[in-house]
């Protein structure tokens, strides 16, 4: 059982393991903070996973990154049934953004770092996150 009922899994390209990719149960903040430091300039993702034992908890937080530019995707549960959020800005024209090698909506895409750190401090102190910019 992990401890914390955290853990963070992450990919930096172009950072020799073990810092550019591996997990780590039982993680605290100042490794979710030296991840997504690393991600900030690089391309990769961080994923920060919480699962207690019981399935109406699991939930996971993921930033992905690449040329500074960002998509944050938070699963959660409600009334019993997973859902999904993403980061989204309904005032940004339809239009097709690569990253990490796939075609996404350029409205899920952003560059403030900002949010990244928010949403991932707000869900390690909280297990929410609640941000205007995840959709729906």
Known sequence: MIKNGFYIS????????????????????NLV???????????????????????EYRKSLSAYAQNDHFFIVFNDRENGEPFRRVSFDENIPWSEYEMQG???????????????????????????????RLYP
């Open 10 to 29: 992450w990919f930096i390209r172009d950072i020799p393991r073990p810092e550019g990719g591996g997990g780590q149960s039982n993680c605290d903040w």
């Open 33 to 55: 903070l030296s991840k997504l430091e690393s991600l900030h300039h690089e391309d990769g993702s961080v994923t920060l996973k919480y699962d207690n034992g019981k399935r």
């Open 102 to 132: 796939a075609d996404w909506d350029a409205r899920i895409i952003f560059t403030d770092y900002d949010l990244v750190y928010d949403v991932f401090k707000q869900f390690f102190d909280t297990l929410n996150v609640v941000s205007p």
